[in-house]
């Protein structure tokens, strides 16, 4: 979708902005609204989750860290706009990283209380015995004991599980939905090297990968493993991976889970907040307010949208803690508020046949959709309608696949009935705020470039998305109830995948920016005056030289005697 951006509308600054230059107005205030739900739902998860986790390591009142964490982001995001967000991506991505090792080692290698896969693959044996007893004092209330329904054989040691799967669909849907309406992936994709994008998104999904992946290998099993008294309630809100931080490592855990998590929400804040501003500035008050506003006047609005949305934010943050919404609801319901916009937004860029009044209806009628289904099923099935049988497995998953099917459904009708036919002129024709010469070489646009990028990405990145979706749980269906070694399989390729994940994320960055990062040092560590004045003495010798032609010629005759004199004095006792 990046490449495709930069074929069809090279210029544009939002996903939005291209909307209105192909389907109007009228499309342009329908996605846009879904933008900003998006990212309204994106960093209420993020303060959700942050803030509890906050609360239950430091003592901290929840509702004062839900102000607290977005403070720091608005600063910092104020100060440096898009180039600080990418930095503090790269700077916050390696600290996660090195954490996700920590913790990733400490469970499967050097705690005591673990420390190897046997010990972590016994644990789990016996938590989810039938013979386990599941009362005080042994088990606490509402904690995970005995076999898991919906599991082979009960076994936490299995892929084959109908909550896992119905789990599985319901987050695709709604990570569909947080890439293509979310307008903070669309910035940064304009913002790439056309020529680098497909391979660094390819890259970055599988580093991203490791985090949930090694993570949950390692705390989350880890938690089962300790018998830690984590109710479902609390496992909903985000506090698995800081109990089994804190129970292995003490203090010291919770300073490493606290500092993890900070990092990782300020860093994604941070791109929600650019996301926002983008929208409100170039979608609302350049489109709308003032069509002819210099970039300062963006800046100004941009700057006033980020202290502005932060804060709304914080509030928003308070009265949903209050109302007892967790991180795990929002989670599980964001596919059913947005995943009607995915498929539009998509054929939006890739069928010229789209049509303006299919995306519309698709988007509309598919969120209504969605949302009707989602309520029925939870009153159908458990007889009332609240945040705890909304947030269950049958509701949600209903929800959310009559809203993304129905919405690519309906788009798609309505295109076929009356097609648009689009040649995607109105687009290319986006301009930018202020006309300046871009610092990409010409050949970085060419044609036949992007779309060599386009067939190695499509290649590379159906075959990926097969493996890791497709492949790999299939080939795991056979093992039924893991062995002792094929869990040590499982566990090895989890640690594996975070540590060559986090050399990655860690090395490649500095290796491919090398040149740039000496410039800089050189600048930081070079005596700026001093260079000053050879610079000024370089310019008046020059000035000199070309005032007085002779004094040139005699000054070369003088460099070239006094070369010739200097291997006779050393001749010379």
């Given amino acids: 979708m990046a490449i495709e951006i930069k074929r069809k509308a090279p210029h544009a600054h939002t996903v939005c902005e291209i909307v209105k230059a192909r389907w109007g107005t009228a499309a342009h205030i329908v996605f846009l609204s879904f933008c900003f739900l998006t990212n309204i ?3 209420a998860m993020l303060l959700l989750g942050g803030s509890a986790v906050v609360n239950a390591l430091t003592g901290v009142n929840i509702y004062a860290a839900s102000f607290l964490i977005p403070l720091g982001v608005i600063v910092y995001t104020l100060a440096g706009g898009l180039k600080a967000t990418f930095l503090a991506s790269y700077i916050h991505s390696v600290i996660v990283h090195v954490v996700l090792v920590i913790f990733v ?9 673990l420390g190897s896969p046997k010990v972590v693959y016994d644990r789990l044996v016996e938590v989810a015995s039938k013979s386990r007893i599941c009362q005080e004092p042994i088990s606490h209330h509402g904690q995970s004991c005995g076999p898991v329904g919906g599991n082979y054989k009960g076994s936490y040691l299995t892929m084959l599980s109908s909550g896992g799967l119905v789990f599985g669909i319901i987050n695709i849907v709604g990570n569909f939905g947080t890439v293509f309406v979310d307008n903070g992936y669309w910035v940064s994709a304009i913002a790439a090297r056309p020529s680098s994008t497909h391979k660094g998104y390819l890259l970055g999904g599988l580093v991203w990968f490791a985090v949930p992946f090694s993570l949950a290998t390692s705390l989350g ?8 008294p984590i109710t479902a309630s609390e496992a909903s809100r985000g506090l698995v991976p800081p109990a089994t931080a804190i129970a292995l490592m003490g ?14 929400v300020t860093s994604a804040g941070s791109s929600e907040l650019i996301a926002v501003s983008s929208l409100c500035t170039y ?7 003032d069509p002819d506003a210099t970039g300062k006047t963006i800046l100004k609005v941009s700057r006033a949208v980020i202290l502005g949305f932060g804060c709304f934010m914080g509030l928003l943050a308070v009265i949903l803690n209050k109302a007892g919404v967790s991180l795990g609801w929002m989670y599980l319901a964001m596919g059913v508020l947005i995943g009607s916009a995915v498929l539009p937004i998509a054929f939006m860029l890739l069928w010229r046949k789209a049509s303006a009044i299919g995306a519309i209806l698709g988007a509309t009628i598919g969120c209504l959709l969605g949302i009707i289904t989602w309520l029925s099923v939870a009153k159908i099935e458990y007889g009332r309608v609240n945040l705890d049988t909304t947030g269950r497995n049958a509701p949600m998953l209903a929800g959310n696949l009559v809203s993304i099917l129905t919405g690519g459904a309906i788009h798609a009708i309505c295109s076929f009935v009356s097609p648009q036919n689009y040649d995607w002129g109105t687009t290319k024709q986006i301009t930018v705020v202020e006309k300046e010469k871009s610092e990409l070489p010409a050949e970085e646009y060419k044609e036949e470039k992007l779309l060599r990028a386009k067939a190695w ?4 990145g159906v075959g990926f998305t097969f493996v890791i979706v497709l492949l790999w749980p299939l080939l795991s269906l056979p093992a039924g109830d893991f062995s002792i070694g094929y869990f040590t399989f499982w566990a090895v390729i989890a640690i594996a995948w975070g540590t060559i994940g986090s050399i990655a994320i860690i090395a490649l960055p500095v290796f491919e920016s090398w040149e740039t990062i000496q410039s800089v040092l050189l600048g930081m560590f070079t005596n700026d005056r001093l260079m000053e004045k050879v610079e000024e003495m370089n310019l008046r010798m020059r000035t000199i030289m070309l005032a007085i032609p002779e004094a040139e010629r005699i000054y070369l005759l003088e460099k070239e005697k006094a070369k010739k004199e200097e291997p006779l004095e050393q001749v010379q006792p």
Wanted: net charge neutral.
């Fill in 457 to 460: 990405i499509v290649k590379w």
């Fill in 283 to 289: 979608d609302i008050y350049r489109t709308y307010i």
């Fill in 251 to 264: 203090k010291g855990g919770s300073v490493l889970l606290l500092t993890m998590l900070f990092m990782a």
């Fill in 41 to 43: 739902i994106v960093t």
């Fill in 105 to 113: 080692y400490l469970v499967y290698t050097a705690s005591n209380e």
């Fill in 221 to 228: 099993l880890g938690a089962l493993a300790l018998d830690l």
